[in-house]
């Protein structure tokens, strides 16, 4: 079974995992090997220990490269976005470890492998057992087909609360009046709308949104206005 | 000034540090900076950011591989103990990073120079410049030689609550009777006094320890009987 996971990343991402044993653990919950006694491996959270730590350095380590002029108060907000569990379960989702991971028969059926916790463990574990096999440098070249490019999409930015971000940069120096106003709607496909709001500062327009709902569009505006506010 | 500290650390530690540039942005205070505006240069605080991490990974890879036995609870516990401010602030004394380190006056005025806070900041600066400028593998050298090598000899024995942990121990199952008696007292050199003070449990002695002063006496008791119990 895990034979088959090493030939999917072999294929996918150029790695080629030599440790099948070190594999296997990154993949085996503690119920697992609760339930089977014979059961020779140990689970995963060892591993997890250690892909947690790798993580937060290789992430640290990225952005400080990538970021030559932010100050240490924005990489650590980015950082905190992108070392959190909606992320990695994302990554252990396209990694299919969640179609691999050796569960307890009560996990199983509560739903564990698509839980989001679970998940997360199972990407530490995963990263902590790749670090062994293949030492950082194998690491940091995973991490940047499948996490740090993910930056330059703005795939992080749906974690960023921007209504709340601009209102605070906008106060700095004492009460405004911020307002988000609906200025037009139109029908796409599949029954659906498409909205646009404009928010403004003191009567005067600073951005424009779209989204599928109010609320998405106004959080556009925000993010729009927030980054043009901050450039 | 700079070059003399990386003078000293050549000599101490065969660490040939390239980039002075970088070695003195890791002890630059803000302050100081904003004291200087004809500066150049950077504060610290975009390494210590670097560094921070560098620490937590150098300190789980090392204890992950030295104690392959350790469950992840164990781990854990003993690498919070490790990277923690009076460590850190220990370290950058030994290192002598507190003489060299660029402060405002204000706050060469108020004993920063003395602050464990400043100095853990400046550990993780530094750490940050050195992986820098030499990599991964000499960190590591460093820190097995500074760091790591004092995991061996008990030194963060002293920040663990002993009693607490041997108390937490024995009531696992259910309430029972600790009971500490100072069982001698002797006079040693400086008119300083040596206690020695034994713990039972249920009226059965687990352990004598000695210290001076009886709080000190009672720790190193339940030191010994936690780890004889736990071993």
């Known amino acids: 079974m895990f034979a088959q996971l090493q030939a999917e990343i072999a294929q996918k991402y150029d790695i080629h995992f030599n440790n099948l044993a070190l594999l296997e653990e990154a993949l085996t919950q503690a119920n697992y090997i609760n339930e ?15 892909g947690d730590a790798i ?8 952005l400080f490269k990538k970021y030559p002029d932010w100050d240490e108060g ?19 989702r396209e990694l299919h470890l969640d179609r691999y991971v050796q569960l307890g028969r009560g996990e ?13 463990d ?3 574990a995963f990263i902590g057992a790749l670090y062994l096999d293949q030492g950082q440098a194998v690491v940091m070249r995973l991490l940047d087909l499948v996490f740090f490019s993910k930056i330059e999409t703005g795939f992080y930015d749906r974690f960023v609360d921007y209504k709340s971000k601009l209102q605070e940069l906008l106060q ?14 139109q029908q796409i496909e599949n029954n659906e709308q498409l909205f646009t709001v404009s928010v403004a500062l ?22 729009i206005a927030y980054q043009n506010l901050t450039k």
């Open 202 to 223: 003191n009567g005067q327009k600073l951005a424009e949104g779209t989204g599928k709902s109010t609320k998405d569009a106004e959080k556009a505006a925000a993010r």
């Open 122 to 124: 199972l990407w530490e």
């Open 172 to 185: 700095k120096n004492g009460t405004v009046d911020i307002n988000y106003e609906k200025i037009a709607e």
């Open 55 to 62: 993580m937060q350095q290789s992430s640290a380590v990225y």
């Open 74 to 92: 924005r990489l650590t907000e980015l950082r905190i976005l992108m070392v959190q569990t909606r992320s990695f379960a994302a990554l252990s």
């Open 36 to 50: 089977h006694p014979e059961y020779q491996g140990r689970d995963y959270q060892r591993l997890e220990f250690l």
């Open 108 to 120: 199983e059926l509560s739903g564990a492998r698509n839980r989001e916790s679970l998940l997360e």
